[in-house]
């Protein structure tokens, strides 16, 4: 299976600043096998950046999306509008459930919208710190699995991706602390183990799991072993070319 490197670049950079350093990543990465780097600036950049982009060495990906492919839903964009200029999309990011308050029923909407146009959904999971504290990890990440994925039809599932992001180990988050690789091993397991209950051996097996959460050049290539974990999804890091450079490297000899 592949290695994912995924950027959240969140609300940074204006459009030419985007582009600046889009310019910077192209530079210095290198296409590689069995590793798919991605970056999701946010909207308004992705129609400038899908022409500069080089797609043999990076994707692009949005941050969200509307469920609904067309009509009255002032502000949204919708994910058939970003056809032909991204390949992936964030669904379900923790800042999107907790700080926008988006429904289970919403993502799970913009996870079938993806799929129905043929971009690849980061369906991203995670416990908060109050639910891992009341020992509710276990439930939180079947619910979020089971409810986001609902509308997929079981030959679909292979065109998705799950991110766990424990919401605790953001680095944006107050008082967040980078989680240890048993507590992400323990998660992974938690993810694997509903995959193959619900849809098989072979979904278990096909679906890339990222982790997600104060990921940096000196935890990555811990994570990146892990067993069941396929890539990173990065938040700040990202936005710092030499720290994402780094550990696109370090992804780069764990995947080869
Ligand atoms: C994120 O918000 O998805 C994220 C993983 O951020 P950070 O890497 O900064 O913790």
């Not at 998705?160 to 992974?188: F, H, L, M």
Request: charged share 25%; with cysteine.
């Amino acid at each position: 299976m592949k290695t994912y490197i995924v950027g959240n670049w969140k609300m940074n950079f204006t459009v030419g600043d985007a582009s600046v350093y889009l310019h910077k990543l192209l530079k210095r990465i290198k296409p590689a096998r069995n590793l798919q780097v991605a970056i999701a600036p946010s909207t308004i950049a992705l129609q400038p950046l899908s022409l500069q982009i080089d797609r043999k060495k990076l994707k692009l990906a949005a941050q969200n999306c509307c469920g609904k492919d067309y009509g009255a839903y002032t502000g949204e964009t919708a994910i058939s509008q970003l056809r032909g200029m991204v390949d992936y999309c964030i669904v379900g990011h923790s800042e999107r459930r907790y700080v926008f308050n988006e429904t289970d029923q919403q993502i799970r909407e913009k996870v079938a919208a993806c799929v129905r146009n043929n971009i690849t959904p980061i369906l991203c999971i995670g416990e908060t710190e109050s639910e891992r504290t009341f020992g509710e990890t276990r439930d939180v990440l079947r619910d979020q699995l089971s409810s986001g994925l609902k509308d997929v039809s079981r030959e679909d599932l292979e065109k998705c991706i799950i991110a766990y992001e424990p919401v605790w180990a953001i680095s944006s988050v107050k008082g967040a602390r980078p989680a240890t690789p048993d507590d992400i091993a323990n998660s992974i397991k938690i993810i694997r183990e509903f995959l193959r209950e619900m849809y098989g051996k072979t979904i278990e097996e096909k679906m890339p799991v990222l982790f997600g959460g104060s990921v940096n050049p000196s935890n990555a290539g811990a994570y990146l072993t892990i067993p069941g974990v396929n890539g990173l999804l990065i938040g700040g890091a990202s936005l710092i070319a030499d720290q994402f450079d780094d550990i696109i490297e370090t992804a780069k000899k764990v995947a080869s």
